[in-house]
């Protein structure tokens, strides 16, 4: 069990979109591994009508409150589906009248974890979920998982979890949650770095080979405390020169999941997503843990 994993544990959204159905089946196995409560939560935003002008429905309309109880119907009949054993994974669900993303937001002051998926429907087709998903990413309070609903060719599940690491404060916590994820799920784990986030940018006719073995130390100090806390993980050490989202998108190739922070070197408390992770999140087709710092 993890300890602070508040009244929500895992909480899912859903829509009912394909990408909420793959966040729901994605969840479920965190909720099982974990052993978490899981919480799947719909957010319904309010009705804005005619006249008074910008006067909002005070309760939700009773079409409202029929298409969401589809929508949990479909997402609980996904995690039923989706769990290996239901009787020992405790199950909530939630319909909230109020904005999206804010609602799910104030949420995950409460939660372990907030999976959401990719993209989903909405009035501008595929354009609304992703939009929430982006919300989460910038503004909540625990980690978000990105799910993309298209994984026909993803790895099999002992593939290896691959990190992003630089040294900020919000790396640190993402390589304590990959470790964490890596022994988990007893697979090994692929710890990326790379050069751009120590400082050092390419000049012209430098040859990296010279600078190798001092980033291999600074990578193995960074680690080092990490794989004393979790011997069972097997570390994949990469290092690379610049351009760290294109790296991270390569690797994810031959991974099951990726965890980064939700901003590199140089970031501020309450700074929005950095480029990487945004990148990252949004590119690659496995799924995806931004974490913020704490």
């Known amino acids: 069990?993890?300890?602070?994993?508040?009244?929500?544990?895992?909480?899912?959204?859903?829509?009912?979109?394909?990408?909420?159905?793959?966040?729901?089946?994605?969840?479920?196995?965190?909720?099982?591994?974990?052993?978490?409560?899981?919480t799947l939560m719909h957010a319904v935003p309010p009705v804005v009508v005619g006249w008074p002008v910008g006067q909002l429905y005070a309760d939700m309309p009773e079409w409202q409150q029929d298409d969401a109880r589809q929508v949990i119907d479909r997402a609980r009949k996904t995690l039923t589906a989706s769990l290996v054993d239901s009787k020992h994974v405790e199950i909530?669900?939630?319909?909230?009248?109020?904005?999206v993303v804010p609602a799910l937001i104030e949420a995950s002051n409460d939660a372990w974890i907030v999976v959401a998926g990719s993209q989903g429907l909405g009035a501008l087709g595929r354009l609304l979920l992703g939009s929430v998903t982006a919300g989460l990413i910038h503004y909540a309070h625990c980690p978000v998982a990105v799910i993309h609903s298209d994984e026909a060719t993803a790895p099999g599940p002992?593939?290896?979890?691959?990190?992003?690491?630089?040294?900020s404060p919000a790396s640190e916590a993402a390589t304590a949650l990959a470790f964490d994820e890596a022994s988990r799920r007893g697979v090994d784990l692929l710890a990326l770095h790379v050069w751009s986030d120590v400082g050092v940018f390419p000049i012209l006719g430098m040859d990296w080979r010279d600078r190798e073995a001092e980033g291999q130390e600074i990578l193995a100090e960074r680690l080092a405390g990490w794989q004393e806390r979790y011997p069972d993980v097997r570390v994949h050490r990469l290092l690379y020169c610049d351009k760290p989202s294109q790296w991270l998108v390569k690797e994810s190739e031959r991974a099951q999941l990726v965890v980064?922070?939700?901003?590199?070197?140089?970031?501020?408390?309450?700074?929005?997503?950095?480029?990487?992770?945004?990148?990252?999140?949004?590119?690659?087709?496995v799924p995806v843990i931004v974490v913020r710092n704490a």
């Open 158 to 167: 002992g593939a290896p979890v691959l990190l992003g690491i630089d040294g």
């Open 92 to 99: 909530h669900t939630e319909t909230v009248y109020s904005g």
């Open 1 to 38: 069990m993890v300890e602070n994993a508040g009244k929500y544990g895992v909480l899912v959204c859903v829509d009912g979109s394909a990408a909420s159905d793959a966040a729901v089946a994605w969840g479920a196995r965190e909720a099982e591994l974990r052993g978490l409560p899981i």
């Open 260 to 285: 980064v922070g939700s901003h590199g070197r140089g970031g501020f408390p309450g700074m929005l997503l950095g480029s990487v992770s945004s990148a990252v999140a949004q590119t690659v087709k």
